[in-house]
């Protein structure tokens, strides 16, 4: 095993969980969407006002949940990658003091 191997992991856990993250906000955008569906009448209008009310905050509250899940996929992508570039330019430097 060499030394960077364990570094390596966590690039490639960091990729997964970016991966994991973005699929499963897009997975929550698209139930969010198809939120609140349509309330039952309940034979009381201010009653179905209320329910219409609550199944729109549940809507928008899926809404959100799916795009904070998604923003978090982006920064873990965002921190891959900053990662990556670090670890390509630390080399180069190495390689050019060890000429």
Do not use: C
């Not at 970016?18 to 969407?33: C, H, I, K």
């Not at 198809?34 to 809507?59: F, H, K, R, W, Y």
């Amino acid at each position: 095993m060499s030394g960077d191997d364990g570094y390596r992991v966590v690039l490639d856990e960091l990729a997964a969980a970016a991966s994991a993250f973005s699929s499963e906000g897009r997975l929550l955008q698209g139930l969010a969407a198809g939120l609140p569906g349509s309330a039952p009448d309940t034979g009381d209008a201010a009653l179905n006002a209320e329910l219409g009310a609550v199944l729109q905050s549940i809507q928008l509250l899926a809404a959100s949940l799916a795009q904070r899940v998604t923003d978090h996929g982006n920064k873990l992508y965002a921190a891959h990658e900053t990662y990556t570039r670090t670890d390509r330019a630390n080399k180069h430097l190495f390689d050019e003091l060890t000429r």
